[in-house]
């Protein structure tokens, strides 16, 4: 019974379209896929793979707080959602600066060292819009009508998929401009604009 619900295709039009949602909302402009293009554009692939495994892993946390309910309990604790924007908030203008200071990929040594692992875990944690946007498309549609903890797990599956493809979308977008960012000032130019659009987009997430 639990299969044929699933194969179903009212099931089929509800998986469409919570990849489409997840597409749409998820994978919009927002502090953690800007953060993967930037980083990606700043320093290269091979010095933004960490960072950019932080930021998958890190959301993928996010969805399974949402999934399980923890968000749901951390939101109804007093003056807790106030810290953690204002954490969150004060983070991001860290990686943003350190983003916007970043040689140019022509000139970048081993000491120029990419925004790491830990960092990109951080930012996914501390984004304002994952949390939203998540909890959104979560609870935006039903895969399995007959079981919550079926359908629960197999949309969690769903997202962690999209989750794996967007970041890595936004990371071949921010590969593909290596070449233009070859010349120093215009990578300069770059680095300071991806900064200040990590900036904006924050700001945006958290007034929304």
Not at 49 to 59: D, E, K
Not at 109 to 124: H, R, Y
Request: net charge positive; charged share 5%; hydrophobic share 60%.
């Amino acid at each position: 019974m639990t299969g044929h619900a699933f194969f179903s295709s009212g099931s089929w039009r509800s998986l469409l379209t919570l990849v489409l949602e997840a597409a749409a909302v998820m994978g919009s402009p927002g502090p953690s896929t800007m953060a993967v293009m930037a980083t990606s554009a700043a320093f290269g692939v091979r010095r933004s793979l960490g960072f950019v495994s932080g930021a998958v892993t890190g959301t993928i946390a996010v969805l399974l707080a949402v999934a399980t309910g923890v968000a749901a309990l951390l939101v109804s604790i007093p003056g807790l959602g106030t810290g953690l924007t204002l954490a969150s908030a004060v983070y991001v203008l860290y990686l943003a600066l350190k983003i916007a200071m970043a040689p140019p990929l022509s000139k970048q040594t081993a000491e120029a060292l990419a925004p790491s692992l830990a960092a990109g875990f951080v930012l996914a944690i501390a984004n304002p819009k994952a949390w939203f946007a998540i909890a959104a498309v979560f609870s935006g549609s039903t895969l399995v009508q007959s079981s919550r903890e079926l359908d629960a797990l197999l949309k969690a599956a769903v997202l962690v998929a999209m989750i794996v493809i967007i970041h890595l979308c936004w990371l071949l977008g921010g590969i593909s401009l290596a070449g233009f960012l070859s010349n120093p000032l215009r990578s300069r130019i770059a680095n300071v604009l991806f900064g200040l659009i990590l900036v904006g987009t924050t700001l945006l997430a958290l007034i929304r």
